[in-house]
């Protein structure tokens, strides 16, 4: 299968991932719970969470973290500077261009004429 | 997508959570990354492609806690009502069977999250 890509680049150029801090972390499992991306799995013989696919990971997604109630969870660096980083490094803002074509494509109902004016009666 | 999808946040009632992305479309250069990073099945975002503006659409379908738009808008065009303390703290209200609920669902649903 092909590497899982970010706005082009290929993921394995970045590292960023949670890491649970165990002497904080009490196993409630909100962090697997919130991720989308399934980067958490549960440790059925200790009943504990643990960053089982770091590499799944959403580049510059902290939610894991922020909802953590015992702040157990860190990231490399904070995101904002990591993501802006690597924008500007990879240049991905034409590639972003193409993906958002491609999303208004799919939900065409996300194109938007008029936006704050209120919109045009009749359009198209 | 069912609407009681968007409805609750681990049981509490989402319209009483003030969380989502508010664009200044003034700072906005019509980029699209705040668009395409927030996942298709929440698509906070919409896009004017006169004005080469994204705007906020579905302001409550926002994952509670997520700010990734923000943290990747170079122009800084992207605010949040609160910060991570307000998440951190409801989190905290959410009742441990709630989570138990829902852990033990998700993990029925995805047998590769679980470890032996």
Request: glycine share 10%; proline share 5%; with cysteine.
């Amino acid at each position: 299968m092909a590497e899982k890509q970010w706005h082009g680049v290929g993921r394995s150029n970045f590292v960023w991932h949670p890491t649970i801090d165990e002497s904080k972390c009490t196993n409630c499992g909100l962090c697997l719970l919130s991720c989308g991306s399934g980067v958490f799995a549960w440790v059925k013989a200790e009943n504990k969470y643990i960053v089982a696919n770091p590499g799944n990971c959403a580049v510059g997604c902290t939610t894991c973290g922020r909802v953590c109630p015992e702040t157990a969870i860190t990231f490399p660096e904070a995101p904002d500077k990591f993501v802006k980083r690597a924008m500007s490094k990879y240049k991905v803002l034409p590639t972003v261009k193409k993906e958002l074509q491609a999303r208004l494509e799919k939900f065409p109902d996300h194109v938007i004429r008029g936006g704050d004016t209120g919109g045009e009666p009749g359009n198209g | 997508m069912a609407d009681d999808f968007f409805a609750k946040w681990h049981g509490i009632d989402r319209a009483k959570i003030t969380w989502g992305p508010v664009i200044d479309s003034d700072k906005c250069t019509g980029c699209g990354f705040c668009v395409v990073t927030c996942g298709e099945k929440r698509n906070v975002f919409g896009y004017d492609p006169e004005k080469k503006k994204a705007v906020v659409l579905f302001q409550d379908h926002c994952m509670v806690g997520c700010n990734n738009c923000q943290v990747g808008c170079l122009w800084n065009a992207i605010s949040f009502p609160h910060d991570d303390q307000y998440v951190r703290e409801l989190a905290r209200t959410i009742p441990k069977e709630q989570l138990q609920k829902e852990l033990k669902a998700k993990l029925e649903a995805n047998p590769d999250l679980v470890r032996e």
